[in-house]
Every structure is written in C-alpha cells, then in structure tokens.
C-alpha cells in the first residue's frame, strides 16, 4: 500500500533528507520519498497507526514539531505551520491538537477555499519582514550607539536586543532539539556560533550571522512558494462542480462524480471538467493550460475537446469520453506531483554527501579550535576560527538548491505542457547526443492530404480532381476521403456516378458522362493495360486517373508534415544533437518525409523489435538517445530509449512507456523539453561548484589563520539565498 502525507512544520531542507532516510529504515516501510518543496512523504508499506505514530516519533527526533499526517488534513495544522517557520516555534506540536480542535470544524471550511490562496499571497509574509526590519533597526542603532557614545553597555543591549529579535526561532529550535537529543542542525550550529562570537566580544558578528540566516530564510521561502505555485497551479485547474444532464435536465453536480458519457453544458468563461466530444455548438477554447499553446483553438460538433481548457465564446454540450478523475488534466496533475517527487541521482547524491560532510566540518572546527590553542596559546583567535567553521558547516545550500533546480524545471515544463515523469527524466534528457523520431503522428500529422497534381495532356488540374473525386465518393479508404475532403474545401462540384465499382487494393472504375474512368494505384492501371509515363515516380500515395483507357493524369496524396517539424530538427541539430527517422511506414515515403525536414538518417519498414534494435544501434554509435513517438507499437522502444517523449495524441501504451509526454504535439516541444533539461542540469550544478567553491574558500581562509565571521555568513546563508533564486531562474519560459 501506497499513501500520501502532508509534512508540517518542516522548515530545513537537509533535516527532511535525513528523516528520509530515518523513514527508510523503519520497520514495516518499502520505500518513503520526501517532497521538501511540496512538504509531502509518500510512504509504501504496511502503513497502519502504529506505523503512523513511529514515522512521527522518528521524524520528531531529527527536527522537533514536525508533524506527518495524511494528506488533505494539513488544515489541523495550517496555523501552526505557519508561525513554526516564523518566529513563534515555541509552542509544543503535541498538545497542538488539543489547543485547536474546538475550532477545527469552524474553519475547515475555510481552509479547503483558501489555502491555495495563502500560498499564492503570502510567500514573503508580513510579520517575517515586520521582525528582519526591527532587528535591522535594532541592530543599526547598536552600531551607532557604539560609534558616537561611550556608553559600551546601551550598544551592548542593543545588540543583545537585536540578537534576540532575529534569532529567538534559532535558539528556540535548538533548545528544543536538544532535547530530543538530535541537535546538528543549522539552528544548533548558528547557536553555538553567535553565542560564541558573543563570549568573544564580536557583536555586530554574532548579530550579522542570524540576520543574514533570517533573510537567507526568507528568500528560500519565497523561492520555494514561487516553485510550488508552478506545481500546485496544475492542481488547481481542476473543476470542483459541473452541469451535467441527469432526467432530461442540468443540474449540478461534483465532478467527481462525472462518469463516461455523461452530457454536460460547458458555459462561455468555463473550465471543461472531463474530457470528451463536442455534441453541439460552436466555440473557441483557450487550450494554454494543457499544452502551453496561447492561441485559441476552434472547435464544433465532433471535436474532441480535453479538460482544464476554457470555453471563451458560446456555450457547448459534450459527451465525456473519461470519468473526472481519468480525464486529462487529472492526469496530468498526478503526472507533475509525482514527477516532482522523483528525486535524479545528482539530488540523491548531493544527500549523500551532506551526510558525510557536515560532521568532517564540525570534527575539523572542534580541531580548529583545540590543536592551534595548544600550541600558540592564541584561545580567541582559534575558537573564533573554529566558530566561522561551524556557520558554513550546514550543506542547506546544496540539499535544498539542487532539488529546487529539478522542481523548478518541472514547473517550468508543465507549463509548456510539457509532462516529465520525474526528475530523473530531466536529468537524462540533459545528457542525450542524438533523438529519433517516430514518422506517422510525429513528425507528420497522421492525416492525408493532396500534396501534388500533375495532367498529362491537356485536362486542368481541376478536371482531374473533379473526376477523381466523384469516382472516390463511394470510397472509404483514407486515401479516397482525403481526396474527396480536398475537393469540398477548394469548391469543386463533384458528380455522381452512373455506375461505379471499387476494387480492394487497387481504386475504383466508374462510369461519368458516359465516359469510362479508372481511379487508382498502379495495380489497377496495369490490370486494365494503361500505359503511365516512365519518368513519373512520385512518392507518397499515387491515385492515376485515365478517362477511356488513356492516362490523364495523377494526384499524390501523402501524410503532411507538421509545421514545426523541419525548424525543431534544425534546432536540435545546432544544439550538437543527431536526428533520426525510425518508422514503420514504407522506405521510399519516409525518405521523402526526412529529405523535407533534413532528417540526418532514415530508416523504414522497421516492426517494433526493429525500431529497438536501431536505438541500440544508434546508442553505441553516438551515446544516450531519445525516442519520440506516439502509436501502440512504440510502447518498447519508448521504454528501451534513454529517454521515452509521447505524444499527447498517442496511443495509452505510448504514454505509459514514455518519461516525457508532450501535451501540444509538435516536435517544436522536443526543443523546449531539451532546453529547459540543459538549463536545469546547468544550474544544478552552478550550484554545486558555486557553493562549495565558495565554502571551500572561507575554510581555508580559516585554516591558515584569517577567520572573518562576515565571510561565514556568506558563504552559509548568502551562498544558500543566491543558488535558491538560481534554481528558480529555471521558472522563466520565455527563452525555451
């Protein structure tokens, strides 16, 4: 059994890794994976209350008043949640419960309409900034105070003041881990550290290091709400209620409870609440919430139309096609929270290193301090190079920054209507030298088309289409309607037949005006003995069109590409990445499909366990390799590639297999998929050489003898507040 539970009162991104991995161990737990930015678990195993009661015990003992319930009851614990991470900590998670419960039911209410509200206003919260202005204040008049006046006790007291003020959530926090007998955590280790610079006499030091650690705080937040929100916006798309036809009537109902062919009336201004077809009306709808495109799209009877996307015009009546909860926008947002869940091995890595990392520092400042003394005498100076050893030691930097570089990507995709199935699909595709791509409903639009009209003699192009036309409107071959189709939108009048015949695998002959027309392939001309042209060998599909026994002409009609097709493979190339068509369809119509869109190698004919092969093939020759398709047939090699990309419109076995789908399918969303991939690996790891450059630094600066607390701050919380709003670059989607 798998379950999801809220994480309240979590406020340290490297304490929710190690509860992680304390989660991991217990007895009775398959696998738990923790969401720092969405503060959720999701835990496997044989969850029963007992379980529960040890999971909350477990997480208690690594950051006091953490909370895991089961998600959709944070509403208990909104309020304190909130003041947890703001200064008013104090206050025992425990008997919480009890002090709330009376108003439980008065504002549950209000909590399920608003708390997506609180999100969206609050991410720098009043009363945060109220207690950073008046430490500051506080804190500027300790130093002139100190400057202008004689009086060394009122600077003293300012400073004091200024340092309870910014730092009283830290000392509390650190009191209260103690307790539960796990205290090496930033709080411990910003504790210690000013109330050493304190004993030593470096004030403005001691003061700087927890105002620089409440501002570094306070950006983190808001770089987490600003992530959370590209998450969490998915979510909210959703319709909570819809008119549905029930006893010849709409009434309204949850849409919950909407079920595969139910009639709703969707109103101008609406959401559509579940997928389906368009029984009635005319309208636009804006379809940017589930692909990322911003024009409007036209739709009538017939059309299929996807939730989440907004009717703009006139009102509609459809028939679902999926109940609410299998509708798309559903699934997608089931997509993108459990995509954000998924940690790439560089986030698992940067785990494990924080593990190792922080008590080699805290062992070395413990040596800092002891060693030096011993030999020179010089106590202040070491234990104040010691002290600036323990201000860097907390890895929040890496542990928080490196994921939110993932879940920003994500955030940023799904609002291209791009689906990463995980952080670790990003990091792959990061890492591709070369993408293949399927033909048919991939780089083409899956539908056929006049591509091309040639008259041998002297009959008008129109002529030939009106007597092919009128032969193929008996017809219900693709090739046929296609034909037909074309002839209705460019106007021309089509005739019925005085008699007509069609012929399976070779076109129809037909009688029109009194004159004998054959309408087909190659087959059928050469079964009756009509003569064609030796020179003429087009691609794509060949209707010949004779008029009493003489050929007159021919139509191609082939599988159009895709607008975007032939600008994404150049682009793809100029990145440095290798393209490639693999494709079931015949060799000679794939060739002329690449040579169209410059594909750099083609290959037809090819079953699935062909395709496969190739993507081996291709993977030894050029390195990790990506496969975009969409039919039921590459549901292997979507998941033998490195990395899988379905379209949207495929098969439900192509977006299974796949670890991207790609809501709007043009292969112009391949390009965005791989640039947003590039830009999060690039800040990734921006992050890693930054911050560890940067503490590498003032340790060593430390080390040979030249401490400077200011350096410390830096390289803890500014280190940690510039890869935060690093990794939230990632959100901007204009340049992709």
């Not at 105070?145 to 009122?154: A, C, M, N, W, Y």
């Not at 009493?548 to 150049?570: M, P």
């Not at 190698?601 to 969409?630: H, N, Q, S």
Request: hydrophobic content about 40%.
């Amino acid at each position: 059994m798998e379950k999801e539970f809220s994480v309240i009162n979590l406020d340290c991104a490297h304490c929710g890794a190690k509860i992680e991995a304390a989660i991991n161990k217990i007895e009775g737990v398959e696998s738990a994976i923790l969401n720092y930015p969405l503060k959720k678990i999701r835990i496997r195993g044989d969850i029963t209350d007992e379980l529960v009661e040890k999971i909350n015990t477990v997480a208690n003992s690594i950051e006091a008043g953490v909370v895991i319930s089961p998600a959709g009851h944070e509403h208990h614990h909104h309020h304190h949640e909130h003041s947890h991470h703001h200064g008013h900590d104090e206050e025992c998670c425990c008997g919480h419960d009890h002090e709330h419960e009376h108003h439980e039911h008065e504002h549950e209410h209000e909590h399920k309409h608003h708390e997506h509200e609180h999100i969206e206003k609050n991410s720098l919260p009043a009363g945060e900034l109220f207690t950073i202005v008046a430490g500051i204040l506080l804190f500027t008049a300790a130093v002139i105070s100190g400057r202008v006046t004689d009086i060394k006790p009122l600077a003293i007291a300012l400073y004091a003041a200024a340092y309870l003020v910014l730092g009283y959530n830290v000392i509390s926090a650190t009191f209260r881990n103690i307790k539960a007998k796990n205290f090496f955590d930033e709080n411990f280790l910003m504790t210690v550290a000013t109330i050493g610079a304190f004993a030593l006499g470096e004030y403005a030091e001691a003061v700087g290091v927890v105002l620089f650690f409440r501002i570094g705080e306070l950006f983190e937040d808001y770089a987490v709400s600003r992530s959370r929100r590209a998450i969490t916006d998915v979510a909210a798309l959703k319709v909570e209620e819809a008119e549905v036809m029930r006893n010849g009537e709409f009434v309204h109902i949850s849409s919950d409870d909407i079920q595969i062919g139910d009639i709703l009336r969707i109103k101008a201004g609406e959401r559509i609440a579940a997928d389906g077809i368009i029984e009635s009306g005319e309208s636009r709808i804006d379809t940017s919430a589930v692909n990322g495109e911003p024009v409007p799209l036209s739709v009538r009877s017939g059309d299929s139309v996807l939730s989440g996307c907004i009717n703009l015009s006139e009102t509609l009546t459809l028939r679902t096609t999926a109940a609410a909860a299998d509708s798309m926008i559903s699934r997608i947002s089931e997509a993108v929270e459990n995509a954000s869940a998924s940690k790439p091995h560089i986030d698992r890595f940067i785990t494990r290193f924080a593990k190792i990392y922080t008590p080699i520092v805290i062992t070395t400042a413990l040596l800092t301090a002891i060693i030096p003394s011993l030999v020179t005498g010089e106590w202040s100076k070491w234990i104040y190079s010691a002290l600036t050893f323990l201000v860097i030691s907390c890895p929040c930097a890496l542990v928080l920054s490196v994921p939110l570089a993932y879940f920003s990507g994500i955030g940023a995709a799904s609002k291209l209507g791009i689906l990463f199935k995980g952080g670790s699909a990003i990091e792959a595709l990061g890492k591709i030298k070369a993408v293949a791509f399927d033909k048919t409903g991939t780089l083409t639009n899956g539908s056929f088309d006049v591509t091309d009209i040639k008259s041998y003699g002297n009959m008008s192009e129109n002529e030939l289409l009106m007597l092919s036309g009128s032969c193929e409107q008996c017809s219900t071959h693709p090739v046929a309607e296609s034909i037909v189709s074309h002839c209705h939108s460019n106007g021309i009048e089509l005739i019925t037949p005085e008699k007509s015949a069609e012929k399976a695998g070779h076109g129809v002959t037909a009688v029109i005006d009194g004159r004998s027309v054959l309408c087909g392939n190659h087959r059928l001309m050469a079964e009756n003995g009509i003569a064609l042209p030796a020179d003429d060998i087009p691609s794509g599909s060949v209707v010949y069109v004779t008029v009493d026994g003489k050929a007159e002409g021919r139509i191609v009609v082939s599988d159009t590409i895709k607008k975007t097709s032939a600008s994404a493979v150049s682009r793809l190339k100029r990145m440095g990445i290798k393209t490639f068509m693999l494709t079931g369809d015949k060799t000679e119509n794939a060739s002329a499909a690449a040579k169209d869109i410059s594909i750099d190698y083609v290959k037809g004919d090819l079953l699935p366990d062909d395709k496969l092969a190739e993507i081996e093939r291709i993977r030894k020759e050029t390195g990790p390799v990506m496969f975009v398709g969409d039919g039921f047939n590459d549901g292997p090699v979507l998941a033998g590639a490195d990395v899988g990309g379905a379209m949207q419109n495929g098969s439900d076995l192509a977006l299974e297999a796949a670890d991207a789908v790609f809501m709007n399918p043009e292969p112009e969303t391949v390009v965005k998929a791989k640039n947003i991939a590039d830009k999060t690996m690039r800040i990734a790891y921006e992050n890693i050489i930054f911050a560890l450059t940067v503490k590498a630094i003032v340790l060593i600066l430390g080390l040979i003898g030249h401490p400077n607390m200011w350096f410390a701050v830096f390289a803890d919380s500014g280190a940690a507040m510039l890869c935060i709003l690093n990794s939230v670059r990632v959100l901007s989607t204009k340049k992709y």
